[in-house]
C-alpha cells in the first residue's frame, strides 16, 4: 500500500464520513473484542480509533494487526464511518467516527516502554528525564510544547508589528565578575583563554541601540551556572527587549501590551490595561516580597510603633537594635493544632527568622506562650491593629526589617495554599517599580548591583551614589504575575561618567572596569541615545499560561535540579587528547 498520510488523526471527523483515508501514527492502545481488533492511533493532532474486522480483511492484514502493540508506528488505510448508535466517544474530536481498515504497514516495532504514555505523569520524574522522548509523545507534554511555540510567535508577531528587529547575538562572549557564575569554554587557537555563555545579552543590546538599530528583540538563550530550582535550569530562553529614545513610562506600557496581547491570543482571556504599579518598598511592606501575588489578601501589618515600650524583651531588644515587629492575620486559622503551628514556625526558621510567635484569637482571650509577658492593652493593641477576630491565627515576626517581610510573606504564601485562597485560571499582572539600585552584601563586603550594572539611577537620586549609594533608587520595573518574575528590565546608564560612578560605587576601581568593560565605555563617547529594555523569563511565562509547576515541564530537553540531563548522560568526561588539545590538565 501507499503508507503516506492523507490526513492526521486528529482531524478526521464525521465530515469526512464515507471518504477513504490514510493515518500514520503510534499504537495508543490495542484491545481484541469478539474476534475484531480495535486500535486507538494517535499523533500530534489527536486520537481515532480503528477497527480490525476480519470479515473485511485479507488474512494476512488481520494477521499483522494481531501482532500490533503499543507504540508501533503504522500507517493504516481505511474508510471512515460513523460509530454505532450509542457508542460515541463524547471526549474526542474524532469520537463520532472509526476508519475501518482494509491495509495496514508496520512502519517500526517498538519494545515495551518503561512506563505508559497516558500515565506518565505517575512515575518518577528521573525516569521520565531519562525516556524523555517518551514522556514528550504524551498529550500534556505535546500541548505544552505546542503552546510554547504559540506563545513565541505572538511575541514574535507583536514585536514586529511594532518595528522592532530581531537581531541574534554572540553564544561565546567574555567573562564578567557580576550576576551568577558563568559556564566557561576553554579556546583551543588561544591556550589557556576562555570564553564565557552569556547570561544575558545585556551588553550587546545596549550596543546595538548605540548603533542606531532603534528597537532590538531576540529569542535569546542565556546560561547561568547556579543552584537550580522549579523555575530555574542552567540554560534557558528570553524574550529579550531594547528600545533606544525611551523612558520607563514607554517600555512599561509597550511591553504590558505585548503581555496582554499574548494572554488574549493564547488563552482567550482579555485583560484590560493599564496594569497597576506598585514600589518595590510598598510591595515588601504590604505582601514581604518584590513579587507579590496579589490573587488573595493576607496582607502583612506592622506593630513596631504599638510595642515601643514593651516589657517583652524580643519587642523591645528587636526595637532598640533598629529593627520591626510584622505581623500577619492568619484568617481561620486559629484551630491548627500546636503541631501545625510548630510546622509554620520551623518553616519561619528554615527562612532565617530567630522564631515565629503566634496568638490564637478566641471568643473571650488571646492564648498565645508569650500572653503573660505582654499587657492587656498590648494584646488588645495587636489585635486591632491585625483585625483578628475569633478563630484567627496571628503570627509574628520580630527581626530586621526586611528578613520579618519576607518570612511573613513566605508564611502567607503557605496559608493561602493550605486554605485555598489562591485562584485557579486567573492572570493577576503588576508593575514593581522604584527599586533599590545596588544592594550591601554582607559576605563580599560591598555593594552589589540589585538588578545588574547597566541600570540607570532615579536622576534625583544621582547625587547619592557617591555619598550614600543604599538610598538610591532605580529607573527599574519588574512584571510580576500570579507571584512569579514575569520579567524585569531597567533604563539604561548612557554616559561614561555615570558608568563610572556606577563601578565604583560597586567596589571596582577604574582598572578593573577598564579590563572588563573598556570597549563598552567607550562606545558611550560616539553618541549614545537614552535607552532601555527588559527581559521576560519566556520558559516561565509558558509555564504560567500552560497552568504547570515547573519549567522542566515547558522545555522539551530539561535538565534535572542538578543540571543533569539523564537521556542523554551530560555532563559527561571528555578524552585525554581532547583536554591536551585544549591545554587543560585534571587535578586530582
Known amino acids: ?28 492502545r490495542r484491545r481484541d473484542l469478539g474476534g475484531m481488533i480495535f486500535v486507538d492511533l494517535r499523533d500530534r493532532f489527536g486520537l481515532i480509533q480503528i477497527v480490525f ?40 474530536p474524532t469520537g463520532k467516527v472509526e ?25 518518577d520524574e528521573s525516569l521520565r528525564l531519562k525516556y524523555r522522548y517518551l514522556h514528550l509523545r504524551s498529550r500534556e507534554l505535546q500541548d505544552a510544547i505546542a503552546l510554547r511555540h504559540g506563545v513565541m510567535q505572538e511575541a514574535r508577531n507583536f514585536l514586529n508589528k511594532h518595528h522592532f528587529l530581531e537581531i541574534e547575538t554572540p553564544l561565546l562572549i567574555r567573562s564578567t565578575p557580576e550576576g551568577a557564575r558563568d559556564f566557561i569554554v576553554p579556546s583551543r587557537v588561544h591556550p589557556g583563554e576562555f570564553y564565557a555563555l552569556p547570561q544575558s545579552p545585556q551588553m550587546f543590546k545596549q550596543l546595538l541601540m548605540i548603533s542606531g538599530f532603534d528597537r532590538y528583540y531576540q529569542m535569546a538563550r542565556c546560561f547561568r551556572d547556579e543552584d537550580l530550582r522549579a523555575d530555574r535550569q542552567p540554560e534557558f530562553t528570553q524574550i529579550d527587549v531594547e528600545m533606544s529614545f525611551v523612558e520607563r513610562e514607554d517600555v512599561m506600557s509597550l511591553m504590558e501590551e505585548m503581555i496582554l496581547h499574548i494572554i488574549e491570543k493564547i488563552k482567550g482571556i482579555t485583560i484590560n490595561g493599564p496594569v497597576p504599579r506598585m514600589t518595590y518598598d510598598e510591595a515588601i511592606r504590604r505582601f514581604g516580597s518584590d513579587k507579590p501575588d496579589t490573587r488573595f489578601g493576607l496582607e502583612l501589618v506592622d506593630l513596631t510603633d504599638l510595642l ?7 519587642f523591645s531588644s528587636t526595637i532598640s537594635q533598629g529593627g520591626a515587629i510584622r505581623g500577619l492575620n492568619g484568617e481561620t486559622c486559629g484551630n491548627f493544632t500546636r503541631r501545625e503551628i510548630d510546622e509554620l514556625a520551623d518553616k519561619a526558621e528554615q527562612w532565617g527568622a530567630k522564631g515565629l510567635i503566634w496568638m490564637a484569637v478566641e471568643e473571650d482571650k488571646v492564648r498565645s506562650p508569650i500572653a503573660k509577658f505582654l499587657t492587656e492593652e498590648e494584646l488588645q493593641a495587636i489585635v486591632g491593629r491585625l483585625q483578628g477576630k475569633p478563630g484567627d491565627l496571628l503570627l509574628i515576626v520580630a527581626d530586621e526589617y526586611k528578613l520579618a517581610s519576607e518570612v511573613l510573606g513566605r508564611l502567607r504564601l503557605l496559608l493561602a495554599e493550605r486554605l485555598g485562597l489562591i485562584p485557579e ?27 545588574h550594572p547597566f541600570t540607570a539611577p532615579v536622576d534625583e537620586d544621582l547625587a547619592l551614589l ?43 576601581s577604574m582598572e578593573e572596569a577598564a579590563a572588563q568593560f573598556g570597549y563598552f565605555m567607550e562606545a558611550f563617547e ?19 499560561l500552560s497552568g504547570r509547576d515547573s519549567i522542566r515541564d515547558v522545555i522539551a530537553f530539561p535538565k534535572t535540579v542538578s543540571a543533569r540531563d539523564l537521556m542523554i548522560d551530560a555532563p559527561a568526561p571528555v578524552s585525554a587528547g581532547q583536554l591536551n588539545e585544549l591545554k587543560i590538565k585534571m587535578q586530582d
Open 425 to 451: 485560571g486567573r492572570y493577576d499582572l503588576l508593575w514593581v517599580v522604584d527599586w533599590p539600585l545596588l544592594e550591601y552584601d554582607e559576605e563580599a563586603g560591598r555593594y552589589v548591583a540589585a538588578h
Open 308 to 314: 515601643q515600650g514593651s516589657g517583652f524583651r524580643v
Open 53 to 92: 474486522d476480519p470479515s473485511n480483511l485479507s488474512e494476512e492484514v488481520f494477521a499483522q494487526a494481531e501482532q500490533l502493540r503499543s507504540e508501533f508506528v503504522i500507517a493504516v488505510q481505511g474508510l471512515v464511518q460513523l460509530r454505532p448508535e450509542g457508542q460515541a466517544n463524547p471526549h474526542l
Open 99 to 123: 476508519v475501518h481498515a482494509r491495509n495496514l504497514t508496520i512502519l517500526s516495532q517498538a519494545k515495551t516502554p518503561p512506563f505508559e504514555i497516558e500515565r506518565a505523569e505517575a512515575v
Open 466 to 508: 557617591e555619598s550614600d549609594p543604599g538610598r538610591v533608587r532605580a529607573k527599574a520595573y519588574d512584571l510580576v504575575m500570579n507571584g512569579v518574575e514575569l520579567g524585569g528590565g531597567s533604563i539604561r546608564i548612557a554616559n561614561r561618567a555615570t558608568q563610572e560612578k556606577m563601578f565604583k560605587a560597586l567596589g571596582m
Open 1 to 28: 500500500m501507499e503508507w503516506r498520510r492523507t490526513h492526521f488523526c486528529g482531524v478526521v471527523t464525521e465530515e469526512l464520513a464515507g471518504q477513504e483515508v490514510t493515518l500514520n501514527g503510534w499504537v495508543n
Open 526 to 544: 560616539y553618541g549614545a541615545p537614552p535607552h532601555g529594555g527588559i527581559a521576560f523569563g519566556f520558559d516561565r511565562l509558558v509555564m504560567l
